[in-house]
Every structure is written in structure tokens, then in C-alpha cells.
């Protein structure tokens, strides 16, 4: 079956634009994660949903993030008033339960903000 | 909050030797605590989990042991391979409502 999608692959915008990511989880699974990743660097937890609410939004860098996820299945990560330091790759993932079960990544979206 | 450490940074060994990544968690509360491997340019994916209620698991040339005690597990690659060579994670993870937190990597390479 199909696996976890994200779009766009690759966006770049100019500072103080704002931006959309689309994460399509994998049918069935209830948990969606996202995540950035800057060059060379780990896996920096930005939200978790369990359905359609998100138990934890702790991990989001600053009032410029926000996230939704409707219907249980897609969701987007939205970055208003894009700076330079957003530039990264931002991860999602979906998993069957919980945060105690396998993660299955999606391709992840390049952001290059200039 | 949950806090991994993971160790070292980096690591190359000779084809054919062992490479071991280790791993310390802070909350007692952890009982998940997936690997998972990045090649360059690619998603990560898992490669191996254990459970608290497990002390070791192995799946061919890889194998996980977990220390509850001591709050540290580790990840053992035995007879590495080229195909071996790429960042690994570890993770812990409480209840399915608490995040999961992720270590900070490990770029292993290996020598021909």
C-alpha cells in the first residue's frame, strides 16, 4: 500500500512569507508525528496528533508554528512569517497506535528560506 | 521531560568488526525504544524496538540490549557492512500520550 506523503518536496520562499506543508499519513493509523531536521543535524520533535487532537504541541519552536490535522487523516504544518532559520527538512510520520509503536517517515519537504 | 543522550557522535569501523551506539534516557517512565537508521538523502526507518519488559533482542546482525536499572540501552552491529554505513537514532518513548524524544544521531562509516 501506499506510504507515508508529503508536498511539497522541495519550497522556497522569501523571509516573512508564510508557508504550508501537507503530510498524507498511511491509511488506518491514528498517530502523526512531525518533525524538523536541519542539515547534518537529529530529529527535532515539533507535534504529535492522536487523531485529530494533539496531546503535545510543546515541541513547536515559537508561535509561528501551528499544525491541524482534520478528519483523523491529513494535516498540515503551517509557518507564518517565514525567517531563515526555519530552513530544514520537516518530516512527517504516521504510526498504526501511539508514540509506542514503529514510525513510518514520509519523504520529507526541503523548506530553504532566503 | 523525557532527555536521551546518545553516543558517540560518530564512528568508523573496519568491515567486518562490531560498532556498538549507546543510548541514556532520564524518565523512568519510558517503555519503547526504537533504532532507527538514515542513509544519506533518505527517511528514516526502523530497524529494530525493544520493550521494557524485554532485556535483549536480535534480528540477524543487529541487536539491542536495554539496562532499566541503569537507563541506558545500546545498539550492537556485528560483521558491518558498506550497506551499514549511515546515521543512526535512538528513541524512548513513555505512554502513547507522552512524546517521543529522539537522541541526537550517530553517523557511523564503515572502511573497506
Known amino acids: 500500500g501506499a506510504g507515508v506523503s508529503q508536498s511539497p518536496s522541495n519550497k522556497v520562499t522569501e523571509k516573512g512569507k508564510d508557508v504550508e506543508l501537507r503530510c498524507d499519513p498511511i491509511s488506518g493509523h491514528t498517530a502523526l508525528y512531525w518533525y524538523r531536521q536541519s542539515l547534518g543535524q537529529g530529529l527535532e520533535f515539533l507535534i504529535y496528533?492522536?487523531?485529530?487532537?494533539?496531546?503535545?504541541k510543546s515541541g513547536l519552536p515559537s508561535d509561528r508554528f501551528s499544525a491541524e490535522r482534520t478528519g483523523g487523516s491529513v494535516s498540515t504544518l503551517t509557518i507564518q512569517r517565514t525567517q531563515q532559520e526555519d530552513s530544514a527538512v520537516y518530516l512527517c510520520a504516521s504510526s498504526s497506535y501511539g508514540q509506542d509503536y514503529e514510525q513510518y517517515f514520509g519523504p520529507g519537504t526541503r523548506l530553504t528560506v532566503t | 521531560g523525557e532527555n536521551v543522550e546518545q553516543h558517540p557522535s560518530t564512528l568508523s569501523v573496519q568491515e567486518g568488526d562490531s560498532a556498538v551506539i549507546k543510548c541514556t534516557y532520564s524518565d523512568s517512565a519510558s517503555n519503547y525504544f526504537p533504532w532507527y537508521k538514515q542513509e544519506l538523502g533518505k527517511r528514516p526507518q526502523l530497524i529494530i524496538d525493544?520493550?521494557?519488559?524485554?532485556g535483549e533482542k536480535k534480528d540477524q546482525r543487529i541487536a539491542v540490549t536495554l539496562n532499566k536499572t541503569a537507563k541506558h540501552f545500546s545498539l550492537h552491529i556485528t560483521e558491518t557492512q558498506p550497506e551499514d554505513s549511515a546515521v543512526y537514532f535512538c528513541?524512548?518513548?513513555?505512554?502513547?500520550?507522552?512524546?517521543?524524544?529522539f537522541g541526537s544521531g550517530t553517523r557511523l562509516s564503515i572502511r573497506p
Open positions: 496528533f492522536q487523531g485529530n487532537s494533539a496531546p503535545d
Open positions: 525493544i520493550r521494557s519488559n524485554v
Open positions: 528513541a524512548a518513548s513513555g505512554s502513547s500520550a507522552s512524546k517521543i524524544i
